[in-house]
């Protein structure tokens, strides 16, 4: 674990991988440093926002000796529940290059549930890890150049659904009506959370 500055009111932790980053984003919550204002994930990283002035060599201090446990359970958090409509079209494919063909796809996507590891790239995304692992597909190799809101989709270990349409190369394998962005509420999954998917009939 590398603790670096981010400008006078910030640290940035680099660790190994997503497993370390759930770990420690967990570890902060439970037992936040004086000061702490934010906790924002990434893949890779942990960037942690302090009230103005906070001692920040005392903050380093008290983040490098947290318990940081990767692969505990997660603490009880948002837990999500999300229709979706499993009619995607990628959904073949994706059960095709999986093995497990689209009714497959469906039970492995709805049969465990998903961590909200961290935000993307529009205000609501959010990359869901932490599910069946056969569900692990590469991005398409042509990405579409418009993706519907609500396109339920999957890219290497992650989950996702688009919040609005966008340009994208995830493998979609199905749809939701589910507000993942309001200006006044913000975001429905926020990080630390747990999403269930479920079949909409």
């Known amino acids: 674990m590398k603790v670096l500055p981010y400008g006078d009111a910030g640290l940035l932790i680099e660790v190994d991988g997503l497993p370390e980053v759930l770990a420690l984003a967990d ?12 906790v924002v ?6 960037l942690l926002t302090f009230v103005p002035r906070t001692d920040l060599v005392a903050a380093r201090r008290a983040v490098l000796a947290l318990p940081v446990e990767p692969g505990a359970p997660p603490p009880d ?7 979706v409509v499993y009619d995607g079209p990628d959904l073949d494919e994706v059960g095709r290059l999986t093995g497990l063909g689209a009714a497959g796809v469906v039970e ?14 529009a205000p609501g995304f959010a990359y869901l890890a932490g599910g069946d692992p056969r569900l692990d ?8 150049t418009s993706v519907p809101p609500g396109s339920v989709g999957l890219a290497g270990e992650f989950s996702g659904i688009y ?8 493998q979609l ?29």
Do not use: C, N, Q, Y
């Open 27 to 38: 570890a902060v919550r439970a037992d936040p440093p004086d000061g702490v204002l934010d």
């Open 163 to 170: 919040p609005r349409a966008s340009p994208g190369g995830w």
């Open 137 to 144: 597909v590469e991005r398409r190799a042509e990405p579409r």
């Open 41 to 46: 994930p990434a893949a890779r990283t942990v």
């Open 173 to 201: 394998i199905g749809r939701t009506d589910a507000v993942l962005w309001d200006l006044e509420r913000g975001a429905l999954l926020e990080p630390g959370g747990t999403v269930r998917f479920v079949e909409a009939r």
């Open 77 to 83: 958090g948002k837990d999500i529940e999300i229709a």
């Open 108 to 121: 492995a996507h709805t049969g465990t549930p998903w961590r909200v590891a961290f935000g993307g790239f």
